[in-house]
């Protein structure tokens, strides 16, 4: 059975810091990886997906992410943190056939401290 | 502009009185599906649909309904809401199936208050 965990319901970060937001999954086979953002009183946005190659990917607003096959990973990560990157992030995956399900995590809080 | 639109935004109602939250999508996407999000439960399925006349159950189908009978279309039912059922719902739809690789685009969400 597919599943994903985000271990941390919340992160906290200062503003030009480093910010990783961790996301582990389960799926039979290759999976595909999936990041989304929620800002208040809106719906979820897509912000990367990682497909097959390249084990960084790059996303919208500097994010980007790095599949880890061996630790069965999908971290999210930016290298400078902006008070306007404080939202909820979801992890999702799938797997590779056209009848599998997309499997949402439970979700990170990011607060970004000034 | 390709957008996913969700209505009512916002909607208190009472015990028993039937509501239909609508969603429509104008990317011609095949696959769409609801879902429902709760405080530290994450995004959980309600139903969703993989082509006109095509819907099945998801992970918390009970006391929901939908139909898919246009492609742009898929409301969401509740023939007698009750109040576990107030929530933040979402519609989403995505191209899927092989060869696509399913990322979703989401409606700005209905808050559903039953009281």
């Known amino acids: 059975a597919q599943s994903v965990a985000q271990p941390e319901d919340q992160v906290n970060v200062a503003e030009g810091n480093p910010l990783t937001v961790k996301c582990t999954y389960s799926?039979?086979?290759?999976?595909?990886l999936f990041w989304y953002v929620q800002y208040p009183n809106r719906g979820l946005q897509f912000l990367l997906k990682y497909i097959t190659g390249d084990n960084l990917v790059k996303g919208s607003y500097g994010f980007e992410a790095e599949f880890n096959k061996s630790q069965t990973s999908f971290h999210l990560k930016k290298p400078s943190a902006l008070v306007s990157d404080s939202a909820l992030y979801f992890c999702a995956v799938r797997g590779y056939s056209s009848a599998s399900k997309i499997i949402f995590g439970s979700g990170t809080r990011l607060s970004i401290r000034p | 502009e390709a957008q996913v639109t969700q209505n009512p935004r916002y909607l208190i109602t009472v015990t028993g009185k039937k509501l239909t939250v609508t969603c429509s999508q104008n990317?011609?996407?095949?696959?769409m599906s609801w879902y429902r999000q709760d405080p530290g439960l994450g995004l959980r399925q309600i139903y969703y649909?993989?082509?006109?006349?095509?819907?099945d159950k998801g992970d918390v189908p009970e006391g929901y309904k939908v139909s898919r009978k246009e492609k742009r279309n898929f409301p969401l039912i509740l023939e007698s809401p009750s109040p576990n059922q107030t929530s933040l719902y979402f519609c989403?739809?995505?191209?899927f199936g092989t060869g696509h690789t399913g990322e979703l685009f989401f409606g700005e969400g209905s808050r559903l208050t039953v009281l």
């Open positions: 799926v039979s086979g290759n999976p595909y």
């Open positions: 649909s993989m082509n006109v006349e095509a819907t």
């Open positions: 989403a739809s995505s191209l």
């Open positions: 990317m011609n996407h095949e696959y």
